[in-house]
């Protein structure tokens, strides 16, 4: 359906994803085993976001990351029952059961691992001869050289593709609060030109997946033009008939004005992108939200100093109750107004794309109406 010879598949080891687009995961339950099988069978990657599963189905700690576990590779096979596409567990360092997690996507055929919030130093040593492929988040050539390095020196081997992760990203970012605030961390552009210097270095070649603030098909042009292979996408994905998350949560994107996309230090001390609300407001101000911590979910976590629980918070969020809670978004959150079939969605992001590669060697940008 949207065969072009002007877009080039994104191609990670002997796994090829048709359109070079791969579905942000995000947590907590909000692209799902739904949502990551309409984008696969649209001919990117889906991906289903591992945090959260679970943790409130049981009060016992050890119990809930058991059912968190199993939850996950039920949501794998059920995306891999509703599609013969590529998919992908996006998985936290930052979680107390991070190997456990790897190994059940491995166990069940996940298609990639993608990992972040955190350096994911040991994830080789979890996945076993499996064919899944590893991708890691960095936010820096720095830590992508890391990485690297760590991989070839204990586990002889190296990422199958990379996912760079720009400033304008939503969630939970690997940056300073203030070089977010007063914009001085590096552009993505610059990211993206450093870690494909690097990801250059090796035989084979690293993919490498730019990622933050990426919203049309001209976006996604630019960056395969500074030498990226692929996308990764989730705050577009979010207003889709098929995003699993509750539909207060959808229309908290399509409300939003660009003044309401904020940022918030979060408890496990990182800062945060969200859309601005009551509830936001009350934690900028220091008010705190009392709780018992059902699980120790998070391995950075203080539930003795944490002023709310984040896990918590975003299970209310993904269930609509935003009156005591908030919603990651990317920067570009606001330029949502619409909600559509991920088909549909795909179909304007590829046309968007193809028109922007054919016009490329003209001085006029490409218009999509």
């Not at 990203?169 to 007063?182: I, R, T």
């Not at 975003?314 to 570009?332: T, V, Y």
Request: glycine share 10%; aromatic share 6%; proline share 5%.
């Amino acid at each position: 359906m949207y065969q072009d010879h002007h877009i080039p598949a994104l191609k990670i080891g002997n796994l090829e994803i048709r359109l070079p687009i791969i579905q942000g995961g995000m947590g907590v339950r909000v692209s799902g085993a739904g949502l990551a099988a309409a984008v696969a069978n649209a001919g990117c990657a889906g991906v289903i976001a591992s945090a959260g599963l679970g943790l409130f189905e049981d009060l016992r700690a050890s119990a809930s990351k058991r059912l968190g576990e199993e939850v996950l590779r039920s949501e794998i096979r059920k995306a891999k029952q509703l599609t013969d596409g590529v998919i992908g567990v996006n998985i936290m360092v930052a979680l107390s059961n991070y190997e456990q997690l790897v190994r059940v996507a491995v166990e069940e055929g996940a298609d990639m691992i993608v990992s972040g919030a955190g350096l994911p130093l040991a994830l080789p040593g979890y996945v076993g001869g499996g064919s899944t492929k590893l991708v890691p988040i960095v936010s820096s050539a720095r830590t992508f050289q890391i990485i690297c390095r760590r991989w070839q020196n204990h586990f002889h081997r190296l990422p199958d593709a990379v996912v760079v992760e720009g400033a304008r990203a939503g969630g939970h970012l690997g940056y300073a609060l203030e070089s977010l605030a007063d914009d001085s961390a590096p552009t993505l552009e610059q990211l993206v030109t450093e870690v494909v210097a690097v990801a250059n270095s090796f035989s084979p070649v690293i993919p490498v997946i730019a990622a933050g603030g990426i919203f049309d098909g001209q976006d996604i042009a630019h960056f395969l033009r500074s030498g990226a292979s692929g996308v990764q996408m989730a705050t577009r994905f979010v207003c889709t008939d098929e995003c699993d998350v509750h539909d207060n949560f959808k229309q908290a994107y399509l409300d939003a004005r660009p003044e309401d996309i904020t940022l918030i230090e979060s408890p496990v001390g990182l800062p945060g992108r969200v859309i601005n609300n009551a509830f936001v407001e009350s934690i900028k101000r220091g008010e705190t939200k009392p709780f018992l911590c059902k699980s120790q979910c998070l391995r950075g976590c203080d539930p003795r100093k944490a002023p709310y629980c984040i896990a918590e918070v975003l299970a209310k969020a993904a269930m609509g109750k935003l009156d005591e809670s908030f919603a990651f978004a990317g920067s570009n959150a606001y330029r949502c107004n619409e909600i559509i079939p991920v088909k549909a969605l795909v179909a304007k992001l590829i046309a968007e794309l193809a028109l922007a590669m054919v016009d490329e060697h003209t001085c006029t940008p490409a218009k999509v109406a």
